[in-house]
């Protein structure tokens, strides 16, 4: 089973930026989709990113297009998400997913899920 570990979070000011890690372990995670998402307080889990599993093929929210990028390393078996540009609105925990079909197609499967990673960003 598929253990991920989400880090690099943090307190920043409004345009600033940070990159999120999710470092996973007890499989690799080549074959599989990974996806950030993220809950601020009182409001339900939202998508925020994903990619295919060469790195090729990402898909954005609309709230964070133009100014996330979400990239993978499976040498390192890790996932990466750049936020640049940060706004309060970003405030939320940020969850790293995978899905536990290999070769997934079509929409996305979270299954596996980190612990999540506190951003908050500061008018």
């Known amino acids: 089973q598929v253990q991920l570990v989400e880090s690099g979070g943090g307190l920043v000011q409004a345009g600033d930026s940070l990159r999120l890690s999710c470092a996973a372990s007890?499989?690799?995670?080549?074959?599989?989709?990974m996806g950030w998402f993220r809950q601020a307080p009182g409001k339900e889990r939202e998508f925020v990113a994903q990619?295919?599993?060469?790195?090729?093929?990402?898909s954005y929210a609309d709230s964070v297009k133009g100014r996330f990028s979400i990239s993978r390393d499976n040498a390192k078996n890790t996932v990466y998400l750049q936020m640049n540009s940060l706004k309060p609105e970003d405030t939320a925990v940020y969850y790293c997913?995978?899905?536990?079909?290999?070769w997934g197609t079509g929409g996305f499967n979270p299954a596996s899920w980190g612990q999540g990673t506190q951003v908050t960003v500061s008018s």
């Open positions: 990619i295919g599993w060469s790195g090729v093929s990402t």
């Open positions: 997913a995978t899905e536990t079909t290999r």
């Open positions: 007890g499989r690799t995670i080549s074959a599989y989709r």
